[in-house]
């Protein structure tokens, strides 16, 4: 990655400047994915299958400048089918299996590049996650105005942690639901309504190297298995005024149950340069939101705007306790989870308008405001890891051809963000914001920026096929600036003048 080449902290003896610039080491990656499908259609409906594959081999460069090399690696297959039972009744039986692969060299100082990544045997950090989910929801005919679908699923999930340090526990997971959705159509008035019970279950294997259980805590082996029983549901209506506008409410409860990474992390996570703690006796996430939202659709304009209202019980986020791992309290910050109630207030809008058959205009605007209102957690109001307010826009000119090409397009624009404050030190990377005490250098609140970008694309007909192409600049000015949620940006600058070409070529085996 290279980044604008702006004096670093070093040389300008300025705390807030980065501490590395220009092109930034140990920030390569090799990453592959692909996917098949097949699919068989019959009288009574059709059976598909589909494989996919993603890997992401990737250094990460840390504060201390060394690489930490990593590899991640996710395997699905999905088999559905469709059967018409008759009678309007239509099932759906679905069976998803994954495989997920976390590896990980160490991290600090002795950290080592992606190249030092074992070939066989297991990594430093290594973690391998198989899931099962099998899943059957069957369509029903219409009762009264109401038509809906009806369904069971159930969850197996197998953690296997290996390696030399161990970060989580293996463990195994259970979860099965069963849920309804309905919705009927009343004139110009759409409801639907979503109901959905989980019953989940989970336990840990004992893990010295993790401290669990943490026995001069006094805790058992009771921490290694949670159990939670949670309900959610949704309250929904749509009301078409006339054929353009629309006005839409929803009203809804959710859940989170802790992840195991929640629950029993306890080692550096090299992702956000911190060793991270869990918190056995976290209890679920409980949030009940409310949303309205404006639609107009007609054949030039297209534009949405949603205001919302996200009340979370026992929301979960770390918390720097401003000590540092290592026996010399030379390691990385010490992060631990904590959970108290939270609330969520925000607004998006977009528009697109066809102003001209060759002129397209664009925006977009959202903002976010996160604000504990738990009087138990002390020295935080605003939540961590929320956006900034950001605003967009961008203008589009298109042809429908020009010589050997179709589809031809220009498009330039803007894209605005707001100054953020961090979190105290409720928010990862606190410690760059806190030099000389915590850090020599760095920032965890970031300035506010404005980027330029444009993209030029066409299509050209080659071999009886179409082509795409498309080549694109984000960052057009190389501005220096700081995304808040950039996990380099406690030492380093988000990405420069970035330039990049696009070809795609669409083709049929049968």
């Known amino acids: 990655m290279k980044a604008p080449d702006v004096p670093t902290f070093q040389e300008s003896n300025d705390t807030s400047a980065p501490k590395f610039s220009g092109e930034l080491d140990h920030t390569d990656y090799d990453q592959l994915n692909g996917s098949f499908g097949i699919g068989y259609k019959t009288n009574f409906g059709q059976i598909s299958g589909e494989n996919t594959r993603w890997q992401n081999n990737h250094n990460f460069l840390l504060p201390n400048g060394r690489g930490l090399g990593q590899n991640l690696e996710n395997i699905s297959l999905q088999i559905e089918r469709d059967l018409d039972l008759g009678n309007y009744f239509k099932l759906n039986p679905q069976f998803t299996y994954s495989q997920n692969l976390r590896q990980s060299n160490p991290g600090g100082a002795n950290a080592e590049p992606r190249n030092e990544l074992p070939d066989e045997g297991f990594a430093n950090l290594d973690i391998l996650l198989n899931s099962y989910t099998a899943k059957t929801d069957l369509q029903h005919p219409a009762v009264g105005p109401f038509s809906g679908t009806v369904g069971i699923e159930y969850k197996y999930k197998n953690q296997d942690t290996r ?4 970060l989580v526990p293996s463990a195994t997971i259970q979860n099965m639901a069963a849920f309804v959705f309905e919705q009927a159509e009343i004139n110009n008035l759409t409801f639907s309504f979503g109901a959905r019970l989980d019953a989940r279950s989970q336990e840990a294997e004992p893990n010295a190297d993790l401290n669990l259980p943490d026995e001069n805590a006094g805790e058992t082996n009771d921490v290694l298995r949670q159990s939670y029983m949670e309900f959610s549901g949704s309250l929904g209506a749509t009301y ?154 961008k203008v589009k000119v298109m042809r429908s051809s020009i010589g050997e090409f179709e589809n031809a397009f220009v498009s330039m624009g803007v894209q605005y963000a707001s100054s953020k404050e961090a979190a105290g030190r409720y928010e990862p990377f ?40 498309q080549l694109s600049g984000n960052n057009l000015f190389n501005n220096a600036y700081r995304d808040f949620l950039d996990t380099y940006k406690g030492y380093a600058l988000s990405p420069g003048r970035n330039i990049s070409f696009r070809v795609k070529v669409l083709f049929n085996i049968l």
């Open 430 to 469: 606190w410690q760059f914001g806190n030099a000389p005490q915590f850090s020599d250098f760095g920032v965890a609140s970031t300035d506010a920026y404005t980027l330029f970008n444009a993209m030029v694309g066409a299509e050209i007909s080659l071999w009886d096929r179409p082509i795409a192409l």
């Open 163 to 166: 390696g030399d340090e161990p």
């Open 240 to 393: 078409q005024f006339f054929e353009e506008f629309t006005i839409a409410t929803n009203i809804g409860r959710g859940f989170r149950a802790p992840s195991l990474f929640n629950l029993h992390v306890d080692g550096v996570h090299g992702g956000i340069a911190a060793y991270q703690v869990g918190n056995p006796y976290l209890d679920s996430e409980r949030s009940f939101n409310t949303d309205l939202s404006l639609r107009w659709r007609s054949k030039n304009v297209q534009a949405k705007a949603t205001v919302y209202r996200n009340a979370i019980d026992n929301y979960m986020f770390l918390v720097n306790t401003g000590e540092f791992a290592g026996s010399n309290n030379d390691g990385p910050p010490i992060l631990e989870f904590v959970q108290g109630n939270a609330r969520l207030v925000g607004a998006n809008a977009d528009i697109t308008a066809q102003i001209l058959p060759w002129l397209q205009l664009s925006g977009t605007f959202e903002t976010v405001n996160g604000q504990n209102v738990d009087e138990d957690i002390s020295e935080v109001d605003d939540l961590p890891l929320l956006p900034p307010t950001k605003l967009s826009g």
